[in-house]
């Protein structure tokens, strides 16, 4: 991954030289490239919107996608998009000027999210629910209008771990971001590139590159989210058991339906005596991949 004037996309212009940095740099690229081929998110030809909302994680996210499309890794048009959502003291100006200097294709669309937020919200609760619903509902209409066929977002491994343990916590459900989905209208794919990149490897990144960062001032000012309590107590266990977190995102992609408790993803009432174990400990006792069960009764 060596750059020199005729081969670099101007995102890595002035890229440090040190090797901490190239390090860096091929570990995000490779962990990037791994999610998008673990979970076919390649359509040859295909358009992204890749959402940009101007802080670290969707900088690396830009950054990284380019990076593969300059290196003919990945064949798919990409197009940049910033939801301009009416923030008090937002930097209008920044990401286009930005945009425009890297050459970088792109569409700017101003929508007063913010003002509908603070009207509909009480007093106390927080914003995140109704925020990130208009704002996904903007970004699949300018997908539609746009000609793409998927919405790209910059979660990282962080932040579906976060998901996860909010939804533990707080939803009673074992759930969390999926890498890939589909939209509820079944016209759009979201994808999550970034699913297997740490956030401080996002941070460092976006940071050694000087890319100008954006902070959000709507959610960041409110004290006391959940996700902020997790993130705390996800901060705390890896502090005393370094590699906590990595062992943690291993385990959900490591589920077995028969050591849970949901009927509806394993067949409990059909289990059989005759058996030393189920056919998922016998896959995973020699080696073979594991199945998941027929549903019964289950849905998507």
Same mark, same amino acid.
């Given at each position: 991954?060596?750059?020199?004037?005729?081969?670099?996309?101007?995102?890595?212009?002035?890229?440090?030289?040190?090797?901490?940095?190239?390090?860096?740099?091929?570990?995000?690229?490779?962990?990037?490239?791994?999610?998008?081929?673990?979970?076919?998110?390649?359509?040859?030809?295909?358009?992204?919107?890749?959402?940009?909302?101007?802080?670290?994680?969707?900088?690396?996210?830009?950054?990284?996608?380019?990076?593969?499309?300059?290196?003919?890794?990945?064949?798919?048009?990409?197009?940049?998009?910033?939801?301009?959502?009416?923030?008090?003291?937002?930097?209008?100006?920044?990401?286009?000027?930005?945009?425009?200097?890297?050459?970088?294709?792109?569409?700017?669309?101003?929508?007063?999210?913010?003002?509908?937020?603070?009207?509909?919200?009480?007093?106390?609760?927080?914003?995140?629910?109704?925020?990130?619903?208009?704002?996904?509902?903007?970004?699949?209409?300018?997908?539609?209008?746009?000609?793409?066929?998927?919405?790209?977002?910059?979660?990282?491994?962080?932040?579906?771990?976060?998901?996860?343990?909010?939804?533990?916590?707080?939803?009673?459900?074992?759930?969390?971001?999926?890498?890939?989905?589909?939209?509820?209208?079944?016209?759009?794919?979201?994808?999550?590139?970034?699913?297997?990149?740490?956030?401080? /490897?996002?941070?460092?990144? =976006?940071? #050694?590159?000087?890319? @100008?960062?954006?902070?959000? &001032? *709507?959610? %960041?000012?409110? $004290?006391?989210?959940?996700?902020?309590?997790?993130?705390?107590?996800?901060?705390?266990?890896?502090?005393?058991?370094?590699?906590?977190?990595?062992?943690?995102?291993?385990?959900?992609?490591?589920?077995?339906?028969?050591?849970?408790?949901?009927?509806?993803?394993?067949?409990?009432?059909?289990?059989?005596?005759?058996?030393?174990? /189920?056919?998922?400990?016998? =896959?995973? #006792?020699?080696?073979? @991949?594991?199945?998941?069960? &027929? *549903?019964? %009764?289950?849905? $998507?």
């Amino acid at each position: 991954m060596l750059d020199d004037a005729e081969n670099i996309h101007p995102l890595f212009d002035g890229a440090p030289s040190s090797t901490e940095f190239r390090k860096l740099r091929k570990r995000v690229v490779r962990q990037t490239r791994e999610a998008i081929e673990q979970y076919g998110m390649i359509e040859r030809g295909a358009r992204w919107l890749v959402c940009l909302s101007g802080g670290k994680d969707s900088y690396t996210l830009l950054a990284v996608l380019h990076e593969l499309q300059w290196r003919g890794l990945l064949p798919v048009e990409i197009l940049a998009c910033n939801l301009d959502q009416g923030q008090p003291g937002f930097p209008a100006t920044v990401l286009p000027e930005f945009l425009e200097r890297m050459k970088v294709p792109h569409r700017i669309e101003y929508q007063d999210t913010y003002s509908v937020v603070k009207e509909k919200v009480p007093a106390g609760r927080t914003y995140c629910a109704l925020c990130s619903r208009l704002r996904r509902g903007n970004l699949y209409r300018i997908a539609r209008e746009e000609g793409c066929s998927a919405v790209v977002l910059g979660h990282h491994r962080d932040d579906i771990l976060e998901t996860f343990f909010m939804n533990l916590f707080h939803g009673g459900r074992l759930a969390t971001m999926p890498p890939k989905l589909v939209n509820e209208e079944g016209d759009l794919f979201v994808y999550r590139p970034l699913a297997h990149v740490a956030e401080v /490897d996002c941070e460092k990144f =976006a940071r #050694a590159m000087n890319y @100008p960062i954006i902070p959000c &001032d *709507l959610c %960041g000012s409110q $004290d006391g989210l959940q996700r902020q309590q997790v993130k705390q107590i996800l901060d705390g266990w890896e502090r005393n058991s370094p590699g906590r977190r990595q062992v943690m995102f291993r385990a959900l992609m490591n589920a077995r339906p028969s050591h849970l408790l949901d009927p509806g993803l394993f067949d409990f009432a059909g289990l059989q005596r005759g058996k030393a174990r /189920d056919a998922n400990d016998a =896959a995973l #006792a020699d080696g073979s @991949p594991v199945s998941v069960p &027929d *549903l019964r %009764g289950g849905s $998507d």
